[in-house]
């Protein structure tokens, strides 16, 4: 009887929104990481890494209900425990959950953290934007002074502009609790009596969240939204001064900013400073944002621990990446292997195979292709590779406990003790990176 053919199981595909970062994506993700770790450690601050998934209330608590962060775009779900749990959406209510619970604030002060991590939202993807990016951040914990703001602002300006990127720093005060309410009344008495020409999403905001109107991006909204009175004009004296600082500082470190009423990043835990970083031409009015942050004094407060000022700053890796190849800045390319290593019948590979770990031992990086048998097909791929030097490994070699060096630039073969053939390669590749 003819077996019958089994159905070709369907091959499975990324799920929407995700993304794989292939081998060839990989030297760029090292540069930035690399990028981010220098310009942090340089700037005094140390690396925490936090767990992917946090009780889903921090989120909700520390962003806000109203935000489209909480509302629409969490991956929230219920664990075998029944604990109500969610993959996070930003890194700052993590951090200072983790700040909190374990006592940072005997820690000197200012604390100064950065972390690198994959975010997940399910926002609506298109092209730049995913539900799970990567985010970098910086965050300084612990201080209320202007200086760090400046300082905040300076480190996340200073990996961009590491790559020459064109950009530059909006930024905006949207005050504290003492000054924000007097404004907020001013706005939603504006917005009120425009509310008719208001687009759908901000007349419900009106109600929940007039500020979040200021961030509108609905074409009816602008001309409402560009005449509306500002925060800068109400702040009390405080905010004000310590805006004046912010500015001063960033005029002293040379950071190009630009005043802008309507950064005031979505998210409730924001007062005083705000920012974004911002790429493009701003004659052509094509700018987008990279990045951005804030003060977050009120947050400490808000997921139950004592009040502590902190400001800080996040950014997507994927758009950063996405600028690097379209200014074609340089970035460090992967180390190639240098050398092949040729075998020809059991023996042989088993030497082979061998002197392979003797030599990565060593951190040099070769290339094989252990499974191959015939001696050009295996030069044929140490030509394509590329490579300084073929080491080959035949019968007459297992004999004589050698190895042949062939170098690829003028064919010329040398034989070699296998004992000294880890030292001899190192001599040789020491000279060819002379040469080059
Ligand atoms: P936010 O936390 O919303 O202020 O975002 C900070 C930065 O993270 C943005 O400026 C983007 O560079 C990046 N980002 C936010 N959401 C996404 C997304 N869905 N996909 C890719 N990058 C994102």
């Not at 009887?1 to 993700?29: C, H, N, S, T």
Request: proline share 5%; net charge negative; with cysteine.
């Amino acid at each position: 009887m003819i077996p019958k053919k089994e159905k070709k199981a369907k091959a499975f595909q990324l799920v929407k929104g995700m993304k794989d970062i292939l081998p060839e994506e990989q030297r760029y993700w090292q540069h930035v990481r690399k990028l981010i770790a220098r310009v942090a450690e340089s700037h005094g601050f140390e690396r925490i890494d936090l767990p992917i998934v946090e009780f889903s209330d921090l989120f909700v608590r520390g962003i806000g209900k109203a935000t489209d962060i909480v509302e629409k775009e969490m991956y929230v779900f219920e664990d075998q425990g029944g604990d109500k749990l969610a993959l996070r959406p930003e890194g700052t209510a993590g951090v200072v959950r983790s700040y909190i619970e374990h006592g940072m604030q005997n820690r000197p002060q200012p604390v100064k953290l950065y972390y690198f991590g994959p975010m997940f939202r399910h926002d609506k993807p298109q092209a730049g934007r995913y539900r799970q990016f990567y985010q970098f951040g910086f965050e300084i914990l612990g201080e209320s002074d202007a200086v760090v703001d400046a300082q905040t602002i300076m480190v996340a300006y200073k990996v961009y502009q590491s790559l020459n990127l064109p950009v530059n720093i909006q930024i905006n005060s949207i005050g504290c609790p003492k000054c924000r309410p007097e404004y907020e009344n001013e706005l939603k008495d504006y917005l009120k009596k425009r509310k008719n020409d208001l687009s759908e999403i901000s007349k419900d905001r009106l109600s929940k969240n007039p500020m979040r109107i200021l961030d509108s991006k609905e074409k009816e909204d602008l001309p409402i939204i560009t005449d509306a009175p500002q925060q800068i004009d109400f702040l009390c004296e405080d905010c004000r001064n310590h805006f004046i600082q912010v500015l001063e500082y960033l005029d002293e470190l040379e950071i190009p900013y630009v005043l802008n009423p309507l950064i005031i990043r979505g998210l409730d835990y924001y007062s005083r400073t705000t920012f974004e970083i911002w790429i493009g031409d701003e004659e052509e009015g094509r700018q987008s944002a990279l990045g951005g942050g804030g003060r977050y004094d009120g947050l400490f407060e808000l997921l139950g621990g004592q009040p502590t000022p902190a400001i800080g700053f996040a950014s997507g890796v994927e758009r950063l990446i996405n600028q690097i190849k379209e200014n074609d800045c340089r970035v460090d390319d992967q180390e190639q292997p240098k050398i092949f290593l040729a075998q020809l019948g059991p023996e042989a590979r088993k030497k082979a195979l061998r002197l392979f770990e003797n030599l990565s031992e060593e951190g040099i990086r070769v290339s094989e292709s252990f499974s191959k048998s015939g001696l050009k097909q295996q030069l044929e791929l140490a030509n394509k590779f590329g490579v300084h030097f073929t080491l080959i490994i035949g019968q007459k070699e297992i004999v004589d406990n050698t190895v042949m060096i062939r170098d690829m630039e003028n064919g010329i073969q040398e034989v070699v003790d296998f004992d000294k053939v880890v030292s001899e390669v190192k001599k040789r590749l020491e000279k060819s990176v002379v040469k080059e």
